[in-house]
């Protein structure tokens, strides 16, 4: 056969008269194989590569708790097994599993540190406390050096991609919404993430300003990292910071002039309600906005299309699980996976914001709201009715099937 006058594709009847020949060969082999693996698929050199890279559970260690204030601590965790620990990227973050009472559950938190601590057996995460948070009160208060902590391997979307971000990221944090920011300053000073990034840190006061001495240091020895503190509530002198709310004049006033970059957001509800008015105000393109939000920063009440005649009420949720059915109770203004875990009924989660899709249950009754843009679904899970609780809300009385 000659498709082109270089191109001359060789084909051979014999090849085709083997191949049949060695069918029944084939099947006499199967047939006479023992059911039983040779070898157990843990041995596998492939698997006990991936297992070390990305295991499933992690066993870590606080070796170091770094007081802030009384409602702000950093942890230092060390990895039990070897070092170096899974590796991330800057921008990622660490799913956290705790025991409280009788209900299991699981919180993400940023990475702080530099993607290159992993080769050093060290993950740095900040804790914040929530007011009524369920999760962030039991570490502040309990957590203490030397306890053991299970958590999940790192993971997450909030990362910078050369290929779909500028070169210039305008990075936008709020409160303990530092923490990506810390570990992408880290990450370029270190030179493990390379892009310029232009960080405007919003807090109420001075004293909220967490790793100020070290972001400063970074900014003076490395000129591809720029910090701006910006204070809500400034009292006294306010010589060197900018005040007010981060919106589209600051952000112009610092961004490359003449230059595309990216916008990186991660901070509070309040934040990005005030964000979601000034940001269209840049004119730019929506890909280069990129936004961190856990489904605890919103606010149900403030959702479009949300009934709040609704809030404060309480429904029953139905839970089946394999063959047990559970009976809880589900407030209209807690996701179903807060309830879930309040009822004590584990279920697997991670991002807690719609997208990793490990908490993905099937609705069988009932009517739910899904917050706009933490829908993250994919199409035919949508159709046939399944939810990720942890940005889904009763709507009613509702039944769900778990895995
Ligand atoms: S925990 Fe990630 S989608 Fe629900």
Not at 77 to 96: C, D, H, I, K, M
Not at 196 to 215: C, M, P, S
Request: with cysteine; net charge neutral.
């Amino acid at each position: 056969m000659k498709l082109h006058k270089n191109i001359i594709v060789k084909t051979k009847s014999l090849d085709f008269m083997n191949t049949a020949a060695m069918i029944p060969q084939r099947l006499a082999e199967i047939g006479s194989s023992s059911a039983e693996p040779t070898t157990a698929p843990d041995s596998y050199n492939v698997n006990l590569v991936a297992n070390a890279l990305h295991p499933k559970k992690l066993n870590l260690r606080i070796r170091k708790i770094e007081e802030h204030s009384a409602d702000v601590k950093s942890y230092y965790l060390t990895w039990e097994n070897s070092v170096p620990t899974p590796y991330f990227r800057a921008g990622q973050y660490l799913t956290v599993q705790l025991k409280v009472g009788s209900s299991v559950l699981t919180r993400p938190y940023s990475l702080a540190s530099s993607p290159a601590s992993a080769l050093h057996g060290e993950y740095h995460i900040m804790v914040k406390r929530v007011p009524d948070g369920f999760a962030s009160g039991y570490i502040l208060d309990n957590w203490q050096v030397g306890d053991k902590i299970t958590a999940f391997a790192p993971e997450g979307n909030f990362v910078y991609e050369p290929l779909r971000d500028a070169k210039n990221v305008v990075g936008l944090a709020g409160g303990s919404g530092i923490t990506p920011f810390l570990s992408f300053a880290r990450a370029i000073a270190d030179g493990t993430e390379d892009f310029n990034l232009t960080l405007l840190y919003g807090a109420r006061n001075k004293d909220e300003i967490v790793f100020k001495d070290e972001l400063d240091e970074i900014a003076r020895t490395c000129d591809k990292v720029k910090v701006i503190y910006v204070l809500s509530e400034a009292k006294g002198t306010t010589a060197g910071y900018e005040k007010g709310f981060i919106g589209a004049d600051l952000i112009q006033k610092y961004a490359p002039e003449n230059e595309k970059y990216s916008v990186f957001v991660c901070g509070p509800g309040a934040m990005y309600r005030f964000l979601g008015g000034e940001l269209p105000k840049l004119g730019i393109a929506d890909k280069y906005i990129r936004m961190e939000m856990s489904a605890g920063a919103r606010k149900l009440a403030d959702e479009p299309g949300y009934p709040t005649e609704l809030l404060g009420k309480t429904f029953r949720l139905t839970v089946i699980n394999r063959d047990e059915k559970i009976e809880a109770e589900c407030k209209a203004d807690d996701s179903i996976l807060c309830s879930l875990e309040k009822a004590g009924i584990a279920v697997p989660a991670r991002c807690r914001s719609g997208e990793c899709g490990f908490c993905r249950s099937k609705l069988i009754g009932g009517e739910v709201f899904i917050p706009q843009g933490v829908d993250k679904r994919r199409i035919a899970d949508a159709r046939f009715g399944y939810i990720h609780p942890c940005c889904t809300y009763p709507l009613g009385d509702i039944t769900i099937k778990i895995n």
